[in-house]
């Protein structure tokens, strides 16, 4: 392998795995920094690093069918809807069958990562070692740093973010229990499913700032996400057909007890779930509008019902983090807003990849391994960016495309939509295949 961009990876989760992946199939020299005593990331569970949001009745809300790697197809005989432990196992397979395990350094930390002056990086492990690359790839992940809201008052019972969730009895036996969750994304829909059971929690509310619509993950016998509108469609004939067909299916969130959205079908990341509209319609979910105050152990609510609760569960999203970067100017802004060239790049900083720092639509598992095409024919020499201030222009373009349709909020920050994502990715690596080859004409 040549060291003419010896490269740095941050995190062995699917991000970082195929990232590596890609690098070695372009011999591109690396090294990959985990700091788990194995790959997976969030989907590794009871992770000693801490940082999984795994719960033990966890599974993924995208189909077999649209998280498969291009290279290494799932398992046959999966279900349509895998359990995170068929995941991480999918995961770890994927690392053997192409032999990435010896090119990871495991139960090793990034503590610091610092620009060079004339450019690079200089990497410090939780080893104290400290090393030099040329170029630095983040696949930290994004769903490790709990957001949680603060509310007037005090509260004297258990309370905790979703991300230390993992059964009904761990961290806290919540049996008999009254239990408010926090939010209506998707972590909210399963836990509160689970815990609404007759058998677990004595009264479950949700609270909310507002209605969502929650979709199911089947329709006419198929996984939701199979039906797909491709990207060529034209997007406001499209989304007008996907709403109407939402609309037929679910039909009014109210008949569930729920409170009327104020926005349409696909106006925000969807809220995804097979059973939380079930047990809605069954009374053992209630809901409730946020929380005003804590009251001991009282909770008030912005409608100034008053119930005694036993514990609080926050799934409220999470903070875009890097807790290796002290410059201000490669992390994101207070309201969680990141733009990057193509969600990969900071115009200027052409030396630093962020991998799989988005909300794609409908898949996150190999949405990095996307991304790695153009990074790794940059890193090859065959790509080259456009100029800083034409990275600018198309990244405004391509946030105002992708983030236009949705209300404004911390968790719509860095959502795209996979398919049209994928093929803008490659006319925009066809054409910096073009500006490479002009550059290297004028050298010549």
């Given at each position: 392998m040549t060291d003419r961009k010896r490269a740095c990876i941050i995190g062995a989760g699917c991000s970082g795995f195929t990232t590596a992946k890609r690098l070695r199939d372009e011999g591109i020299a690396f090294d990959c920094f985990e700091m788990s005593d194995d790959v997976g990331g969030n989907w590794y569970y009871q992770n000693p690093n801490n940082r999984s949001a795994c719960y033990q009745s966890l599974h993924i809300d995208t189909s077999k069918w649209r998280l498969a790697f291009e290279d290494y197809p799932v398992p046959a005989d999966w279900p349509d809807f895998p359990s995170h432990a068929q995941l991480w196992q999918y995961f770890k397979d994927?690392?053997?069958?192409?032999?990435?395990?010896?090119?990871?350094?495991?139960n090793t930390a990034v503590t610091q990562a610092a620009r060079r002056?004339?450019?690079?990086?200089?990497?410090?492990?939780s080893t104290g070692e400290t090393r030099e690359y040329d170029v630095l790839f983040v696949c930290n992940g994004h769903h490790w740093d709990?957001?949680?809201?603060?509310?007037?008052?005090?509260?004297?019972?258990?309370?905790?973010?979703?991300?230390?969730?993992?059964?009904?009895?761990?961290?806290?036996?919540?049996?008999?229990?009254?239990?408010?969750?926090?939010?209506m994304g998707n972590s909210a829909m399963d836990i509160a499913s689970e815990l609404s059971q007759r058998h677990v929690a004595g009264n479950l509310w949700v609270a909310a700032r507002r209605g969502v619509w929650v979709l199911p993950k089947m329709a006419g016998g198929k996984p939701m996400d199979k039906s797909a509108i491709p990207p060529w469609f034209p997007r406001k004939l499209g989304k007008a057909l996907a709403r109407r067909k939402i609309k037929q299916l679910v039909g009014r969130m109210e008949d569930y007890g729920l409170p009327t959205p104020d926005h349409e079908p696909l106006d925000a990341h969807p809220s995804v779930s097979g059973e939380f509209l079930t047990r809605a319609s069954c009374g053992d979910i209630r809901f409730k509008p946020n929380i005003k105050a804590l009251e001991g152990r009282y909770v008030r609510f912005e409608d100034d019902s008053v119930e005694p609760v036993d514990a609080i569960i926050y799934a409220t999203g999470y903070?875009?983090?890097?807790?290796?970067?002290?410059?201000?100017?490669?992390l994101p802004d207070k309201d969680n807003r990141f733009p990057l060239f193509k969600r990969m790049v900071i115009p200027g900083v052409h030396d630093l990849f962020f991998m799989g720092l988005a909300q794609p639509l409908p898949t996150l598992v190999n949405f990095a391994e996307q991304q790695s095409k153009l990074a790794a024919a940059y890193l090859a020499g065959r790509y080259a960016l456009p100029d800083v201030e034409e990275m600018r222009r198309i990244t405004a373009r391509d946030e105002?495309?992708?983030?236009?349709?949705?209300?404004?909020s911390a968790r719509h920050t860095i959502q795209v939509d996979f398919g049209r994502y994928v093929a803008d990715l490659h006319k925009e690596i066809a054409a910096g295949e073009k500006r490479a080859s002009a550059i290297q004409k004028v050298a010549a």
């Open positions: 994927y690392v053997a069958h192409f032999g990435l395990r010896e090119t990871i350094t495991f002056a004339g450019g690079g990086w200089r990497v410090t492990l709990p957001r949680i809201p603060a509310y007037p008052g005090t509260f004297d019972n258990p309370h905790f973010h979703a991300h230390d969730y993992r059964t009904p009895y761990d961290p806290v036996d919540l049996r008999g229990k009254n239990v408010v969750v926090v939010g903070k875009i983090s890097f807790p290796f970067f002290d410059d201000a100017a490669l105002e495309v992708e983030l236009g349709d949705y209300y404004q």
